[in-house]
């Protein structure tokens, strides 16, 4: 499936389609772990989290986006090892993108227990040269061309950054990254939600991508 270059690539962006369940999928040590269609996560160690998708409850900061994902420690765990939510994006629809101004952007807020030191939740945009690999094993030629830290409340907020793509890359992929510390309490967790990439320096309007419901659901991940 061909896409417009100025289209926004994230596959089910504002996590509508859970084909694998919307209670919970739990990821448990350093193993790549689909959650919901077209992401993955793991622990980056013994630790474990899960997702489970939630209503965003909100029409006033998030209009038109009615699911997010919330991303949380198993309640009572000691483990604080890096927790990552990521998604590559193909080869087919990286590549309109090398070198040129980006902007990615994307809703997010805190639980109320929330640990991360300073309500910390890093995002990143990686770039490769390989063609469709996975990034749990690191893309060839990996470069962070963005690697921010959002500073989450307990409101939804949007985030954006603006960075230039590599001339030479092929494949891309958006990551969150948070590290936890001390005991997980009940709400442990960060959503998010709305996210995009787009061509230019402004975080314009969100959009989903316009790729029909099949071509979310089928295809590589």
Known sequence: LQYAKTQNPVLNSQFNVWQRGTTSATITGFSKTYMIDRWWGCAIGTGSFYATRQPTGDTTNLPNIQYCARVQRTASTTNTVVQQF???IETLNSVPFAGKSVTLSFYARAGANYSAASNALNYQLLSGTGTDESQF?????QVAVI??????????QRFSYTATIGATATELAIVFNNTPVGTAGANDYYEVTGVQLELGSVANTYQP?????????????
Do not use: D, E, R
């Open 86 to 88: 990521t998604q590559p």
């Open 209 to 221: 991508n316009g790729a029909t419901y099949q071509a979310i659901v089928t295809g590589k991940q």
């Open 137 to 141: 094993a690191g893309f060839t030629g």
């Open 147 to 156: 690697s921010q830290t959002a500073t989450l409340t307990t409101t939804w």
